[in-house]
């Protein structure tokens, strides 16, 4: 019996909908930390490599296009999420230095 592909790319779909929200929830606040910032990616990297084998599982199976394409959707959320986790720990990264050096 192969997997109902349409059944996952959905929940996968509302799960990354779902954290999408939280994430920029999240990284929109003041009092986050780097240490927190770091537990969030390897979160959000988790997700993003599970869809990652989401798709290559897909691509093995010979699906359709148009769920592929959805995969590579859902891989592209994931992409963003993480930039903007990098840019945040970027800054946050920054801020500290400039704490300290004004200290």
């Known amino acids: ?12 779909g ?5 954290l999408h929200a939280k994430v920029q929830i ?3 606040s003041e009092s986050l930390t780097v240490d927190q910032v770091l537990l ?5 990297d988790k997700g993003a490599r599970y869809a990652d ?4 599982q897909m691509l093995e199976a010979g699906v359709g296009p148009s769920y592929i394409e959805a995969a590579e959707a ?5 992409k963003v999420l993480l930039a903007a986790i990098d840019a945040k720990l970027q800054a946050l990264r920054r801020r500290k230095i400039v704490l300290v050096s004004d200290t």
Request: charged share 15%; no cysteine.
């Open 1 to 12: 019996m192969s997997p109902d592909w349409m059944q996952i790319l959905q929940k996968h």
């Open 40 to 44: 969030l990616g390897r979160i959000v």
């Open 14 to 18: 509302e799960t990354v909908q779902h």
């Open 26 to 28: 999240i990284l929109a």
């Open 53 to 56: 084998g989401l798709a290559s």
């Open 74 to 78: 859902l891989q592209e959320i994931y």
